[in-house]
């Protein structure tokens, strides 16, 4: 990879778990629990290779509309993998951060994000943001109100930082896995000038290689930002 092409930031729509069990005639389940394994795996590489900040968007506001048994599974799994990886990403002076609406979320799934985000608080390594029960809307929504409740006008800048990811660079490169062609609704403001990268393959199978693939990618294009 070129020197200096290397994203700051990496954000990630983790999509194809459902899929990718279908294919294999395995319940959503099984297709939501080699998604955790896979993001945990991701996560890692990405901060192996340098980059300072990953964003996953585990869980929309939409996704909350999904059956509840299938929200359960989600859950559970939620329950058993972030205490563990916690400590993990300490380890690692990794910190974890999570963004999103914590009001649609159980009440002790809350209080295992919060406990997770406290072991990992002053990670100096990078920073690793989940996005669950998140929405780019939303977002955008509970800033224009923040704005409105103070009374005041503000610049893009200050807007910004009322934002759930205020304290973070924006994304220099947004991916999408599982073939879709879109961003549903992820980072919306926050993505107005990050390069692009859709890859076919479901989110389970995005393995270091097929990310490394992404980051030299990114590391060929011309980022002019509106400039000739």
């Given amino acids: 990879m070129g020197e200096g092409k290397l ?9 194809g778990n459902g899929r990718w069990a279908k294919k294999r005639l395995l319940p959503r ?22 980059v300072r900040y990953c ?4 869980l929309s506001t939409e996704n ?18 972030f205490p ?3 400590e993990i990403l300490r380890n690692k002076n990794i910190t974890l951060k999570v963004i999103g609406d914590r009001s649609l979320l159980p009440e002790d799934v809350v209080s295992v994000i919060e406990a997770g985000e406290r072991r990992t608080e002053g990670g100096t390594r990078g920073t690793l943001v989940l996005a669950i029960g998140y929405g780019g809307r939303q977002d955008i929504l509970a800033a224009v109100n923040r704005a ?11 807007f910004s930082a009322m934002l759930s990811t205020g304290d973070m660079p924006a994304p220099d490169l947004l991916i999408r896995t599982g073939k879709e062609l879109r961003i549903s609704n992820f980072l919306l403001w926050q993505a107005a000038y990050s390069e692009l990268y859709f ?12 990310l490394d693939k992404a980051l030299e990618a990114f590391s060929r294009r011309d980022r002019r930002f509106g400039r000739t």
């Fill in 7 to 15: 994203p700051a930031h990496v954000a990630v729509i983790m999509d």
């Fill in 29 to 50: 389940s099984a297709g939501h629990r080699a998604g955790m394994k896979r993001m945990i795996g991701l996560s890692e590489h990405i901060f192996d290779r340098g």
């Fill in 55 to 58: 964003t996953l968007f585990a």
């Fill in 64 to 81: 909350l509309s999904r059956p509840q048994e299938e929200l359960d599974g989600l859950f559970a799994l939620l329950r058993e993998y």
């Fill in 84 to 86: 563990e990886n916690a």
């Fill in 148 to 158: 409105v409740r103070e009374g005041k006008e503000v610049t893009m800048e200050q």
């Fill in 199 to 210: 890859t076919d393959v479901l989110f389970p199978d995005f393995s270091d290689a097929e």
